[in-house]
């Protein structure tokens, strides 16, 4: 981050995704069949009973928070003891929901059975800040404890905000990251009735065809870390976080500004963050829900930045479904294994681009490339962007 301070590594990540749960399971998903017919797609036969001390600590965490519980241990597990006070251990978390499975079903407890059957529970079961919360009490981590919740650009926002606390020198690490698990009955029916999700139940991200998006759920965390400690005790560095920009389109809750117009104020922020030109951008992991105006406005919004240069520009979202708050942080993970294994995953289920799009979409296949500086895109309802900058780590 230009100016800001320390450089920010990161030495650990986990996944946990309905394309694979654990980070290399997560990268065979993203390469493998894509998943459709069905307007979600959630992870099947989840069993969270390796993460707790028992059935009754199990049963107080919503799935939200039990998937970021499994993510944050995948990613320490990686990056060995923090050898830091834990007053300068922060964990800055996003979603855009949070407990909404446990609301929904404490509802239909009410209803069937009155409301003293309501569980006790409920609240802290329920709170958007309960994951982050979960984590930092779970490894005593003492600092800034903090979640961000803007919708779909949520886990980027916390990506960005952590990463500061490192380059500003006031942490010495931060887990953070993203995770939701919102797929009910009523939130699809909402969604379905707003006509966000699509009547074809597949998901093909700058598709010509594109109708809408399939609801996705999972989680990732991330330890960042700041860079020259991280060199000092030996930790593998996957990579850096270069930049980040954040912005609001103040246009409409659920629409994108028109051109994307917001969305090139945000790329334009992080690459200023970040002290990079545009043309030094190498890949660009987009939003890329698969809904006619957010695709059209975001590839607009590439093509204005970026030019003639078109690097190639992907979406994972017809594996992952769109997770919303979670998005960033599966899609961020996403960057640093196509960093590790020299490839950019395709956006699967797309097979014809939108002719009114000249922004290189990698289809049909993952594509072989040289990793360098990637910018991912995440914009939420609210007219939230995010933009991140993540790089492989140069000595």
């Known amino acids: 981050m230009q100016g800001a301070g320390h450089r ?4 650990g990540y986990g996944v946990v995704a309905p394309c694979g749960i654990g980070k290399q399971n997560f990268w065979k998903g993203l390469l493998g069949p894509s998943l459709s017919g069905s ?3 959630e992870i099947e036969n989840w069993d969270a009973t390796s993460y707790y001390a028992g059935p009754k600590e199990m049963r107080r965490a919503d799935r939200c928070e039990q998937y970021a519980i499994a993510a944050a241990q995948e990613a320490l597990e990686q990056s060995g003891v923090l050898p830091y006070d834990r007053s300068r251990i922060g964990t800055i978390f996003g979603t855009g929901i949070g407990g909404l499975r446990t609301l929904e079903g404490q509802v239909e407890v009410r209803v069937a059975k009155g409301k003293e059957r309501v569980s006790p529970f409920l609240v802290p079961m329920m709170m958007s800040n309960a994951s982050g919360a979960a984590i930092s009490m779970r490894h005593g981590f003492q600092g800034p404890a903090e979640t961000i919740c803007t919708a779909c650009a949520a886990a980027t926002h916390a990506l960005g905000y952590a990463a500061r606390q490192i380059a500003w020198g006031r942490c010495d690490a931060v887990l953070s990251g993203g995770a939701e698990s919102a797929a009910t009955i009523t939130a699809v029916a909402g969604f379905v009735n707003m006509t966000a999700l699509s009547t074809t139940m597949v998901s093909k991200p700058f598709d010509a065809t594109r109708d809408g998006f399939v ?3 999972g989680a990732a965390v991330f330890v960042l870390e700041r860079l020259d400690l991280a060199v000092k005790r030996g930790a593998t560095i996957y990579g850096e976080i270069l930049g980040a920009g954040s912005n609001a389109d103040a246009h409409h809750i659920t629409a994108p500004s028109p051109g994307g117009v917001g969305a090139i104020a945000c790329m334009k922020l992080a690459l200023d963050d970040a002290g990079l030109s545009a043309d030094q951008i190498k890949q660009v992991n987009a939003h890329g829900t698969s809904t006619p105006l957010n695709d059209a406005a975001e590839a607009k919004a590439v093509e204005a930045v970026f030019g003639s240069n078109k690097p190639p520009m992907t979406s994972i979202k017809g594996v992952t479904g769109h997770p919303l708050g979670a998005a960033g942080a ?13 490839l950019i995953p395709p956006t699967a289920n797309t097979t014809v681009v939108d002719p009114e799009m000249n922004v290189d979409i990698v289809i049909g296949k993952a594509r072989a490339w040289e990793p360098g500086p990637t910018i991912s895109n995440n914009f939420g309802f609210g007219g939230h962007n995010g933009s991140i900058i993540i790089a492989p780590f140069v000595n």
Not at 8 to 11: G, R
Not at 330 to 342: G, P, T, Y
């Open 330 to 342: 599966l899609e961020a993970a996403a960057v640093l294994l196509s960093f590790e294994h020299k």
């Open 39 to 41: 307007h979600t797609v």
């Open 215 to 217: 609801f996705g759920e």
């Open 8 to 11: 920010v590594a990161i030495t």
